[in-house]
């Protein structure tokens, strides 16, 4: 089993809807988790980042982290089109030289139609 | 300010050649982190450079694969004798610190043909 799973998609809303991504992890020592959004072509940006179980909100998007099922959640409300993108969930991992990297599920495409 | 930068943005090889990659990371950012992005799964770790410190090679698939980084500057990825699964998006990313928000270039495409 991967260490965060996340399902790829693709995913296809109508401009407007609310989308719900997700995704599971397997080590419950992992206590900080991080969506990236990734334009085609493009090197993936930060644009949420949580710590510990709960929600987190900015603007149209909210985290959710589940730490006792272990799943988390990126919530987009009135879905525009230029969310269309691929969103990464990631979480740091301990290197063998007190560095930190970061492991990312495989992303899940979204599309967004106006 | 200037982000991260990455050349080439593509790269055409023949299977067995060697490549080189190239990353100029954001003036004062410390470390340094290579991820490598195949068609389909997520990103994966593959090298990192903190400062002056010996780099955490633990991602790198092979001994094909090396890394270099001259001071807090710039870093080069070389693939030797590529193969076609070596195709993949090459990413670098630069942070501040240990820790740190880790911003990303756009990548070089390699194809191994």
């Known amino acids: 089993q991967k260490e965060v799973e996340q399902d790829p998609g693709p995913l296809s809303v109508p401009e407007g809807a609310i989308v719900s991504l997700n995704c599971t992890y397997s080590n419950s020592a992992f206590q900080y988790f991080m969506w990236y959004r990734q334009y085609s072509r493009k090197g993936p940006e930060l644009l949420m980042y949580t710590y510990s179980s709960g929600n987190k909100e900015d603007g149209r998007f909210t985290a959710q982290v589940d730490k006792s099922s272990k799943y988390i959640s990126l919530f987009i409300r009135d879905s525009q089109p230029s969310d269309s993108a691929t969103y990464l969930c990631a979480t740091p991992m301990t290197l063998n030289q007190a560095g930190t990297a970061l492991i990312f599920g495989k992303g899940t495409t979204l599309s967004v139609s106006s | 300010g200037a982000g991260v930068s990455q050349s080439p943005s593509n790269k055409v090889t023949e299977k067995g050649k060697d490549v080189e990659l190239r990353c100029d990371p954001i003036s004062g950012h410390t470390a340094l982190y290579w991820y490598r992005q195949r068609l389909g799964q997520g990103l994966e770790f593959l090298i990192y450079f903190q400062g002056n410190s010996a780099p955490d090679k633990s991602g790198l698939p092979s001994d094909r694969f090396s890394a270099e980084r001259t001071g807090e500057s710039v870093s080069t990825l070389t693939i030797q004798r590529t193969q076609q699964e070596d195709s993949a998006v090459y990413l670098c990313?630069?942070?501040?610190?240990?820790?740190?928000?880790?911003?990303f270039g756009p990548g070089t495409r390699l194809t191994v043909t």
């Open positions: 990313a630069s942070s501040r610190d240990l820790g740190d928000e880790q911003y």
